[in-house]
């Protein structure tokens, strides 16, 4: 058994050639210790975090 945990991680925006993905990698015995819970957490963060990275956000007051 290997001493990481990879995850796969994909944004996927619904267009064409629009979907990006990554891979990151756990110690195992860190992942071992998280409860269902905590993972589930980790991984939302993680994908936000990705999300993020290629989508850009704003609003302003047009008036």
């Known amino acids: ?13 619904g267009f ?4 990006y993905e ?3 990698e756990v110690a195992r015995d860190e992942w071992d210790a998280m409860s269902p819970r905590e993972r589930e957490a980790y ?5 936000r975090t990705l999300l993020w990275n290629h989508i850009e956000t704003y ?4 008036d």
Not at 1 to 13: A, G, K, N, Q
Not at 43 to 47: A, Q, R, S
């Open 1 to 13: 058994m290997s001493e990481f945990v990879t995850i796969r991680l994909v944004v996927d925006t």
């Open 16 to 19: 064409i050639g629009a979907t």
């Open 59 to 62: 609003g302003e007051v047009i």
């Open 22 to 24: 990554d891979y990151i």
């Open 43 to 47: 991984i939302d963060e993680e994908v």
